[in-house]
């Protein structure tokens, strides 16, 4: 039972355009949102992070989109740059997960110069 | 540089033999993770530990165990590995047991068992 999933698996957008970047999950008490980005044949390291309080979270060029109706989110990655080609992971948790996140599968992102 | 090290950073092992994947972190937290990664099934929690001697099962716990006897320290033990326990682990630490603490990664373990 898959609690977190991400779409699509893989995508390829040019640079300079927004790369957009789905969530989605099915336990309606999760309240905290991290993703997470993975370089290849690096470590996960936390990108940005939102909880239902708010539904946008903005860091520079990154900015979560949430729907706590819908159960969805989205990061959306403005001005795409090559060094932006990573692995992106979106991730939950809630007050009864005791501190355990759960991650989706992954989107693998590749921006083309 | 606070930072989480892991021990190897590659290793063979042939099927039945015993594995030790070694994790450290110099941030005196309190919480330590073991996660395995394989290709499409993102990163998979194995074992948590809140603290010295407090470790709780995670999602996919069978065929593993853990021990922590120092707060620095969090091993991951494969008694008799088996082929499908192939995979890169990592190791991750987070200042305390918070729903919003964010995790830091060691740098992984490549495992391949034969």
């Known amino acids: 039972q898959q609690q977190v999933r991400q779409s699509p698996q893989s995508l390829t957008v040019w640079e300079g355009e927004t790369a957009i970047l789905n969530c989605s999950y099915e336990?309606?008490?999760?309240?905290?949102f991290p993703w997470y980005w993975q370089f290849p044949r690096e470590s996960p390291a936390l990108l940005i992070a939102?909880?239902?309080?708010?539904n946008k979270k903005e860091d520079g060029r990154f900015t979560i989109f949430f729907n706590k109706r819908e159960k969805k989110l989205s990061l959306h990655i403005t001005d795409s740059q090559p060094g932006d080609s990573a692995t992106y992971f979106c991730?939950?948790?809630?007050?009864?997960?005791?501190?355990?996140?759960?991650f989706g599968q992954g989107t693998k992102l590749s921006i083309k110069p | 540089d606070m930072k989480v090290t892991q021990m190897p950073r590659y290793l063979i092992k042939r099927m039945g033999e015993n594995v030790l994947l070694e994790c450290g972190q110099d941030?005196?937290?309190?919480?330590m993770y073991w996660y395995r990664q394989d290709p499409g099934l993102g990163l998979q929690l194995i074992y948590i530990?809140?603290?010295?001697?407090?470790?709780s099962e995670g999602d996919i716990p069978k065929g593993y165990r853990v021990s922590r006897k120092k707060r620095e320290h969090f091993s991951l033990i494969l008694d008799s590995a088996k082929t499908n326990q192939t995979s890169v682990y990592f190791c991750?630490?987070?200042?305390?047991?918070?729903?919003?603490?964010?995790?830091?990664f060691g740098p992984g373990t490549r495992l391949t068992v034969l």
């Open positions: 991750a630490s987070s200042l305390r047991l918070n729903n919003y603490a964010e995790q830091f």
């Open positions: 941030m005196s937290h309190e919480t």
């Open positions: 991730a939950a948790s809630g007050n009864y997960n005791q501190g355990k996140l759960i």
């Open positions: 939102i909880r239902p309080v708010s």
């Open positions: 336990d309606s008490t999760f309240d905290y």
């Open positions: 530990s809140y603290d010295v001697d407090s470790n």
